[in-house]
């Protein structure tokens, strides 16, 4: 999967001979590496093609698990909430929000429902209260303390 995004991207790639190199010699030590890599690519920096392959690594991983993890999943969906927001896009980031509330009600992440419920609240104090009844806002606010006690059972129920 690293070596397919890889090869979307132009230019130099040193970061693709050091991932080559660690591939190839399984056990050798960091040494053994940074000596390899100066061997072939004389002019590269080792300690910026460490850095930047471990990014791209992390990213990729991160890519992978997202497909498959409802956790990293539900991350995600709130990193597109908080952009969608900053990007007035208000009506796009509340279906999101709910969208994200029901699953992570579902497979029973408390700590993201309740933030989705205060992002709805926020969306609403932002907006004036002029997108929803008296009674609607105080039933958001009475789910969210709802998942916010819920939440503190579930600590005090692991903790000493």
């Not at 053994?32 to 002019?43: I, T």
């Not at 698990?65 to 208000?90: A, P, Y």
């Amino acid at each position: 999967q690293f070596k397919l995004q890889s090869k979307t991207q132009n230019g130099n790639k040193e970061y693709l001979l050091l991932f080559d190199l660690i591939e190839d010699a399984k056990n050798a030590d960091a040494g053994q590496l940074k000596a390899a890599f100066k061997e072939r690519s004389p002019d590269g920096s080792w300690e910026n093609t460490c850095t930047y392959l471990g990014k791209l690594l992390i990213e990729v991983l991160v890519r992978a698990k997202n497909e498959k993890d409802i956790f990293f999943t539900l991350l995600h969906g709130v990193q597109e909430m908080k952009i969608l927001k900053e990007r007035s896009l208000d009506d796009e980031a509340l279906k999101l929000t709910r969208k994200l509330q029901h699953q992570a009600a579902r497979y029973q992440f408390p700590w993201i429902e309740y933030y989705c419920y205060r992002f709805e609240l926020n969306h609403h104090t932002d907006n004036n209260f002029f997108t929803r009844g008296d009674e609607d806002l105080v039933r958001l606010q009475m789910k969210g303390k709802e998942v916010l006690r819920s939440l503190n059972h579930i600590h005090d129920h692991y903790s000493l």
